[in-house]
Structure formats: C-alpha cells, structure tokens
C-alpha cells in the first residue's frame, strides 16, 4: 500500500512495517508561507503562553485590531488558531508549531550568542539529537584566551571544578594541568569521578604516575573509569555545578584557548545526557589491575 498526501509519503515495507517519507521542500515552502507575516508569527508566539482576548493582544503587539484579526483570520483557516468564548488559543497543531518555533529561535540564539565558539570548531562527534537541542546552551558563555592572559579558559575551569563534588568527565587528552586541578579537588573533599576516554590516553595516565594517585584517592572518593574504542574530539566536563565544553579545530589540534561553560541547571542537564551517550558505548573497568 502506497499513500502520498501533500508532503507525505506513506509506503508498505512488509506486513508489520510501514515506512514515512517527508518532501523537506514542501514543508518548507508551508513553513514560509505562515512565517512570511510578521504579523502571524508573532501571534502565534504570543499565544504559545496563554489564551488572550483581542484587547490583550492588541497591547502585547502594538497594532490595531484590524491588523490583528486579520491575522487571526488567517491563522484561522490555517487550523492554527481557534477563538474560545471572546480568547483566542491555539490548536493542537497551533502550539506544536509555536513550540518548535520557540525552540528554533532558542537554538540561533544560542548559536549567534557563542558564534565564534562554534565556528572555528568541528561539531562531528556531538550527535545530531544534541546539537538540534543547542537551545539548551542558551545561557552558555564561552571564554577566550587572550593576549594579556594565555590561561583564561583554564583558570575559569579549575576554579569550577573545584567546587563540584560530582565530576563526569569526557577525556580526549591527556593533560597534567587538569589532572592535577581534579585530583587536588578529590584530595580537599569527598567527591564522585566518573572518566570516559580511551585505551591511549588511559595508557599515559599510567605511564605519567597518575594511575597510582588515582588508585590513593579511590580510598576516601568513588572513581570509575570507562573505556570507549573511538577517539572523541570532545573535552566534556560536566558536574554538579557546571558544563564545560571544548573542542578541536579542523585540523584535529585540540584547542585550549576557548571553553565554553554553562551554569544552568538545562546546560548541566545537556552535558549530562551527552556524557552518558559516551559511557554507555564503554565498558567499565577495574581501576585497581588498570593501574
């Protein structure tokens, strides 16, 4: 069985399963269509968060009620829009697209706010899932090294992380500096460590002494490591307190000039999930016969 309405394709695939085929190209022309008015935009925004009378939405935007009803007409015929009593709300339909509306407007905020984060960076070991939800670094802010002070990001990392008392950290490299700033951390208060990496950079742990001094504050502070097979071009740190974000430029250099932080509970929570995407690709091992 073969179905195709409008942007829609429906088509059989065996007896139990049925595969959706979506022309982008006529969505987004819809898509136009109804964000082509500023008018019907903002509308439809404005009664994402509540039901509003004409009088309430005339002040809330401005203009004068022929404007606005003309817009609501159409909005109207568009199934978008419905008027309850003297209010007008959305329709079901009307506020799934005001909400993914919401969210795309969050998403280029987010992206201009941090633009030169994002540029100069490769993205392609963060998954897609992640990076449509961007809009959850809203309120992230990234910090530059600069040519009064080369270690900026750093310092604003290690003053971080040393309040957090849980530590999920996704390691691409091996670094003394941060090393240490983690460990002295583990020394001054009980806390949670949990690393995911790689064999190699486990391996320059071991071979730099580390391993025995993570094995010494495994006694008073829980520590488990997981090991990933792929080498991630994502530095990850996400704690009770804070996300810290780094990346690699395209040539595959690790860049210590720029972090990006985020101290809100739905940045923390972003980091979180992507930490446990990575450690649900490892397996756990014994800390104890690793080093």
């Not at 008018?39 to 009664?47: G, Y």
């Not at 998403?107 to 201009?112: E, T």
């Not at 992640?130 to 604003?156: E, G, M």
Request: glycine share 4%; aromatic share 8%.
């Amino acid at each position: 069985m073969n179905v195709k309405k409008d942007n829609i394709k429906i088509h059989k695939v065996d007896n139990n399963n049925y595969a959706v085929e979506f022309d982008l190209l006529k969505s987004v022309e819809d898509i136009r269509h109804i964000l082509a008015s500023a008018m019907r935009t903002k509308l439809l925004l404005t009664l994402h968060d509540s039901k509003k009378r004409l009088g309430e939405l005339r002040k809330e935007l401005g203009k004068p009620s022929a404007t606005i009803l003309h817009g609501l007409r159409e909005l109207e015929t568009l199934k978008l829009v419905k008027k309850e009593d003297k209010h007008y709300c959305l329709s079901s339909n009307g506020f799934l697209l005001a909400l993914n509306m919401v969210k795309l407007i969050e998403n280029l905020y987010s992206i201009n706010t941090n633009f030169k984060f994002w540029r100069n960076h490769k993205i392609g070991d963060i998954p897609t899932d992640f990076l449509k939800n961007t809009h959850a670094l809203k309120k992230s802010k990234c910090i530059f090294s600069d040519d009064t002070d080369l270690t900026k990001p750093l310092i604003k990392y290690l003053e971080m992380i040393s309040k957090s008392t849980v530590l999920k950290i996704l390691l691409p490299i091996f670094s003394k500096t941060h090393l240490d700033g983690i460990l002295k951390n583990l020394n001054r208060k009980k806390s949670i460590l949990e690393i995911v990496t790689t064999k190699s950079i486990l391996n320059s742990i071991k071979s730099n002494e580390y391993g025995e001094l993570l094995i010494n504050c495994s006694k008073d502070n829980t520590i488990k490591i997981w090991l990933i097979e792929d080498e991630v071009e994502i530095f990850l740190s996400c704690c009770d307190n804070f996300l810290a974000l780094s990346l690699f430029f395209e040539d595959d250099y690790y860049d210590d000039s720029s972090i990006l932080v985020d101290e809100s509970k739905e940045g923390i929570l972003w980091g979180s999930e992507l930490f446990e995407y990575y450690k649900e690709q490892g397996h756990l091992v014994d800390i104890s016969k690793q080093f």
